[in-house]
């Protein structure tokens, strides 16, 4: 089993940016990406970005790219969610999850879901 535990949520301006961080614990050799999800409140659950944890392998929404960056630590089994430019529409709660696959925007291809983390904009 892997575990993946989010952290970095909060409430921030629009224009501001926040910083997400998913640590992945467990069996990690079975993980070959790590992706970021969002959901808001009555709307599906929708792909943000995913990266592959080896090499450079990167893959974002259209809604987020020139935003956000996608990051890993590998040492520390980490992954990070850098977010700029911030817009109320990005309020949600932001899922981190681990595949074994490669960084699919489909939300199949991962097995191991976090609990999630509140990401607020204000206008």
């Known amino acids: 089993q892997v575990q993946v535990v989010e952290s970095g949520g909060g409430l921030v301006q629009a224009g501001g940016s926040l910083r997400l961080s998913c640590a992945a614990s467990?069996?990690?050799?079975?993980?070959?990406?790590m992706g970021w999800f969002r959901q808001a409140p009555g709307k599906e659950r929708e792909f943000v970005a995913a990266?592959?944890?080896?090499?450079?392998?990167?893959n974002y929404a259209d809604s987020v790219k020139g935003r956000f960056t996608i990051s890993r630590d590998s040492a520390k089994n980490t992954v990070y969610l850098h977010m700029s430019s911030l817009k109320p529409e990005d309020t949600a709660v932001y899922y981190c999850?681990?595949?074994?696959?490669?960084?699919?925007?489909?939300?199949?291809?991962?097995?191991?879901w976090g609990q999630g983390t509140q990401v607020t904009v204000s206008s």
């Open positions: 467990g069996r990690i050799f079975i993980i070959n990406a």
């Open positions: 990266i592959k944890l080896s090499g450079t392998s990167t």
């Open positions: 999850a681990a595949g074994s696959g490669w960084p699919s925007p489909n939300s199949v291809a991962y097995a191991y």
